[in-house]
């Protein structure tokens, strides 16, 4: 019994080590193209980013020709769009919108009230959000623009068009931002009009 017992390890150990070895001679590209969990979030993650730089440029592209935006400049907001739209979960192409009614894309674009730069920032009714902050940057200026419609969509629970009154002032504000997005979408690709529609 205990002869067939030691017969029958060492004809699985045997089994076990054939197997092994095979493995070990799979060919290089066969290795590759194996499946490992750890190299498809970093593979997702560089063509999100490659998605991105390209709408990045597509937005620059429609902002020197439709807006007359310097390149350079016209890089910059679009970077800055991207980024804040992003980080404060807005559709870019309302973002796009809002500083296309607000400024036509002029960074220096003064309006009542005090209103500031590309997303028409009014200082003293966010003073601890633009303390410190100059207002005729790009970056800034966004950034600040963002977080601003960020806290009215919390507010107002998620609801764009509610929210887009509270920044602008009145529905008709509102619903002229979604006709931009809607013209926006399709231009840049960044998304389907319906997303940034208000009720």
Do not use: W
């Not at 799979?26 to 709408?55: I, M």
């Not at 807006?67 to 980024?83: L, N, T």
């Not at 979960?89 to 590309?118: C, D, M």
């Not at 005729?136 to 929210?163: F, K, R």
């Amino acid at each position: 019994m205990s002869r067939l017992l030691c017969l029958l390890t060492l004809t699985l150990g045997l089994a076990q080590g054939v197997a092994a070895q095979e493995q070990s001679q799979q060919t290089p590209q066969a290795q590759a193209t194996s499946f490992s969990p750890a190299s498809l979030p970093a593979s997702q993650d560089a063509a999100a980013s490659d998605a991105t730089t390209q709408t990045t440029h597509k937005v620059s592209r429609m902002l020197s020709e439709k807006f007359g935006v310097a390149r350079a400049k016209a890089e910059q907001i679009s970077a800055a769009v991207m980024s804040a739209a992003s980080k404060y979960s807005l559709p870019p192409a309302l973002l796009l919108a809002i500083i296309s009614i607000e400024s036509r894309f002029k960074e220096k674009a003064r309006g009542a009230n005090g209103a500031t730069g590309l997303m028409q920032v009014v200082p003293a009714a966010h003073r601890q959000l633009v303390r410190n902050i100059d207002l005729t940057q790009a970056e800034a200026n966004i950034e600040a623009g963002s977080a601003i419609l960020h806290g009215y969509v919390e507010s107002a629970q998620g609801d764009v068009g509610a929210a887009l009154k509270s920044y602008g002032g009145s529905k008709a504000y509102a619903e002229k931002v979604s006709l931009q997005v809607k013209k926006f979408a399709p231009q840049t690709g960044l998304q389907t009009a319906s997303e940034a529609t208000p009720d």
